[in-house]
């Protein structure tokens, strides 16, 4: 039987086992990575810039969470898929954070969801959660959803009270319960520290080299947007000319009639 989400991290974590985390938002990509040897598929609210082309994750919903979850889900159901509660879904009540994590749980079959921060509301809405059974994973640093007054997508925990209130809220977020959180651009050593004093496991993102794990947007390791190169992130590829080039040689093909040819006619 297949581990669970929450006995697979614990596990990866005791043995030291550095866990891969990519996020995806559709069927198409979904099946590719599903024969890849990625640990987890993260169902991000960056969706809103890299599928939809906001400028943030702030107008994402929780149908388009939903949505995009179903399709993941439907393309690599051998993955461990964790959900984005998006921006409003979850921060209001503890009520409302159970009730959009069991929505997104019952209508896409996701392995877990995902909150960013440590308030009152959210660590005893994520204890209420794991008591119901509903796996819950945090995210600190740079929480993209409040980007405005993080003063934007900036390096967070810099000065020594700033990492200790981040080191303070990782701890907070362990204690209420959840398996796992994403540490977002903080200074290497911060996020060195956090992951030694936890025992779940952390997901770095531009956290430095000793985090659990890693997480990164698909969309940015495969290269497709040329302008986005922030200092975090390796292109594995460049599937922004690969495209390009493809898409180029159809239309010439087209424009010279060379494609369709006669293999291609019935
Ligand atoms: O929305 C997202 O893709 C994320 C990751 C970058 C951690 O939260």
Redesign the pocket.
Known sequence: MMKTIIQFFKEAKQTEKKISVV?CYDYSFAKIISETNIDSI?V???LGMVIQGHSS?LPVTLEDIIYHTKAVKRGASNKFIIA?LPFLSYQISTEQCILSSGRILKETDADAVKVEGATDEILEAIFKLQKMGVPVMG?LGLTPQSFQVLGGYKVQGKDENQANEILSDAKKLEQAGVYSI?L?MLPASLGEKISKELKIPTIG?GAGLNTDGQ?L?LQDLLGMNESFTPKFLKKFANLNQITKNAINEYNKEVKEKTFPSRENSF
Do not use: A, K, R
Request: hydrophobic letters at 40%.
């Open positions: 996020t993260l991000g609210d960056s994750t984005d995210h994403v977002e993102i997480v947007v």
